[in-house]
């Protein structure tokens, strides 16, 4: 009893942490039905070459529609459902969804972009990810080269032999890995060796304040040295402004996500953004 009620106090000086334990609760709850309701939908964000002037690629974003929660995004739900297992199953289907939707612009005779899904850390301890992934893309009938697998440092720390492993094989495949929020990770750079990254992706905290903070620049122009030493492409993200474009231009980053040229976009949105897209409009000529 003492050390209930001992609890209830704590809980009732603390009202934020009960709450959050209660939300969480239900979010755990309700995100079983999700899959199966077909609350989960999907995002895509362009990526940008300002030296093409081309959309090259879609970054798939999850967000779950759910009836009593609204619009939960995937800060909120994906730790959960890492926590719970349910990651597998969301993953696999975000994995499909991207590929299939990718495959339809394709057949819709849209200039053929790269989808990008983000991994958890779960999925790439699965023994069966290569088979998961060889069998979507053979079931939806999209070649590799049009799919973008994004890690993040921590998820390459929980067992860094079998990861390298599966990433090399999905490489082999043909299939692109990226190395996302590349910067914030306690990892060392001795990964860039281990791992067969395509592209780095400078985390947006490095973009946020670059107009006001020289340090962000040395650490992007530090990015970018070794990025042409380990031939590997360097994506920023979060560029929300033409300053950042054109600082991150002056570092030879080609290539940029963010709010500046788009939000994420629902799949129609997407339609329309690659129809009306002007190659001409980021295109700066030095
Ligand atoms: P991330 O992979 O680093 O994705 C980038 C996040 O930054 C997205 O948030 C995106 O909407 C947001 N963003 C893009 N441009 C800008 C910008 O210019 N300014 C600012 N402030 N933010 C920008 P979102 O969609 O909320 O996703 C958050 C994180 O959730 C993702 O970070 C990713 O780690 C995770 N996530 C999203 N979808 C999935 C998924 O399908 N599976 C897994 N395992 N994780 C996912
Ligand atoms: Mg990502
Ligand atoms: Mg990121
Ligand atoms: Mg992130």
Same mark, same amino acid.
């Given at each position: 009893?003492?050390?209930?009620?001992? #609890?209830?106090?704590?809980?009732?000086?603390?009202?934020?942490?009960?709450?959050?334990?209660?939300?969480?609760?239900?979010?755990?709850?309700?995100?079983?039905?999700?899959?199966?309701?077909?609350? %989960?939908? %999907?995002?895509?964000?362009?990526?940008?070459?300002?030296?093409?002037?081309?959309?090259?690629?879609?970054?798939?974003?999850? #967000?779950?529609?759910?009836?009593?929660?609204?619009?939960?995004?995937?800060?909120?739900?994906?730790?959960?459902?890492?926590?719970?297992?349910?990651?597998?199953?969301?993953?696999?289907?975000?994995?499909?969804?991207?590929?299939?939707?990718?495959?339809?612009?394709?057949?819709?005779?849209?200039?053929?972009?790269? &989808?990008?899904?983000?991994?958890?850390?779960?999925?790439?301890?699965?023994?069966?990810?290569?088979?998961? &992934?060889?069998?979507?893309?053979?079931?939806?009938? @999209?070649?590799?080269?049009?799919?973008?697998?994004? &890690?993040?440092?921590?998820?390459?720390?929980?067992?860094?032999?079998?990861?390298?492993?599966? %990433?090399?094989?999905?490489?082999?495949?043909? &299939?692109?890995?990226?190395?996302?929020?590349?910067?914030?990770?306690?990892?060392? @750079?001795?990964?860039?060796?281990?791992?067969?990254?395509?592209?780095?992706?400078?985390?947006?905290?490095?973009?946020?304040?670059?107009?006001?903070?020289?340090?962000?620049?040395?650490?992007?122009?530090?990015?970018?040295?070794?990025?042409?030493?380990?031939?590997?492409?360097?994506?920023?993200?979060?560029?929300?402004?033409?300053?950042?474009?054109?600082? %991150?231009?002056?570092?030879?980053?080609?290539?940029?996500?963010?709010?500046?040229?788009?939000?994420?976009?629902?799949?129609?949105?997407?339609?329309?953004?690659?129809?009306?897209?002007?190659?001409?409009?980021?295109?700066?000529?030095?």
């Amino acid at each position: 009893r003492t050390k209930e009620s001992g #609890r209830n106090h704590y809980q009732f000086y603390n009202p934020e942490m009960s709450l959050e334990i209660a939300e969480n609760f239900a979010l755990e709850t309700q995100l079983h039905q999700a899959i199966k309701n077909e609350e %989960l939908i %999907l995002h895509y964000q362009p990526q940008i070459n300002i030296k093409t002037g081309q959309v090259y690629g879609l970054e798939a974003l999850v #967000r779950w529609k759910s009836p009593n929660l609204g619009l939960v995004g995937p800060n909120k739900f994906i730790p959960i459902a890492e926590k719970t297992g349910l990651i597998l199953p969301v993953g696999e289907w975000v994995l499909k969804t991207a590929c299939q939707q990718n495959k339809k612009w394709q057949q819709m005779g849209l200039p053929p972009v790269r &989808v990008a899904v983000n991994l958890s850390a779960q999925q790439l301890q699965q023994p069966d990810l290569i088979k998961t &992934v060889e069998k979507i893309l053979d079931l939806v009938g @999209l070649e590799p080269q049009w799919l973008e697998l994004e &890690v993040t440092e921590s998820i390459l720390m929980k067992n860094t032999t079998l990861a390298s492993q599966t %990433l090399h094989e999905l490489r082999n495949m043909g &299939v692109y890995i990226s190395m996302d929020d590349f910067g914030t990770g306690y990892s060392s @750079l001795g990964y860039l060796k281990k791992f067969p990254f395509d592209t780095l992706k400078i985390d947006q905290s490095f973009v946020r304040e670059l107009n006001q903070n020289p340090e962000d620049i040395s650490i992007i122009s530090a990015i970018m040295t070794l990025s042409r030493g380990f031939n590997m492409r360097v994506i920023a993200e979060g560029v929300e402004n033409q300053e950042q474009l054109n600082l %991150l231009q002056q570092l030879d980053c080609e290539e940029m996500q963010g709010y500046f040229f788009s939000h994420p976009l629902t799949q129609e949105e997407v339609l329309n953004y690659l129809l009306s897209f002007n190659q001409q409009k980021y295109l700066i000529f030095p």
